[in-house]
């Protein structure tokens, strides 16, 4: 009898380090947000108040060009927790996506053109570039997952686990120069002096981003290292009215792999 518990001792240890109830993962992977080239005029009441204020001639044009984006890197952070009383588990997860897009804007006041400059740095360093113009985004989640399958599936000690899962996403994005965007940016009179045209570069950059609530879908794999305090993961993530802007993607998809702490 004593030998057999003795026996069942190392099986219970194996077993309760290979389903991990804490885990802190770091991530990389790539987003698929896009966005939308465009040439657009715009005029009359779409002009943003910060440049009518400073035309002088009765009918002043916006012109901009917008060149097109087409998915993101990103990198996050994540932390789980799995109870063993209920049949869900809880995951939080940060990830910062980041690109850029080529942009020209002219500002037509009369016979005279003032090109703005929106070639603002980009928060993220090495990214910034002449004549483009960054997007990143921020996207906060918090996730119920529902493991449908662990393997082995005999064996008391299930490393391996699959799971899919639905939260809510907290988004912060940047600005797009779109017609839209801009007249939120340059919402208030003073916002853009015709006199220093590299103002707008300034007042774009301090209302660089914007912020929405939205929902995710996901499901990933998970692999718990027994005895190891390890966790390997990929998992995936589809995002519901995420897009901050109309020129960039509302539901955009998300991969990414990690790896992580776990006890």
Known sequence: MKRSLLAAVPAL???SQANALVGIAVSGGINSTSITGADQTISGADLPVGFASQASSLDPKLLLHRGKMSGMMQVGLKAWLELPVIPVEFEIAENIAWGSYETKVLFIDGPDTTQIPLDVK???PGMSKSGSTPYFSSLTDLTLRYPILEFPPLSPIKPLKIWVGAGGTYAVASHVVDKTDLKDVFATAGSFD???PASA????KNNLT???FGGHLA???QLKIPVLPIALFIDGKWYLHVGTSDAASKYPF?????LGFSI
């Open 219 to 221: 499901a990933g794999v």
């Open 254 to 258: 998300a991969a990414n792999a990690g």
């Open 194 to 196: 015709v006199v220093n």
């Open 122 to 124: 980009s928060p993220v």
């Open 13 to 15: 240890l194996l077993a």
């Open 201 to 204: 570069a300034d007042t774009y």
């Open 210 to 212: 914007t912020n929405t």
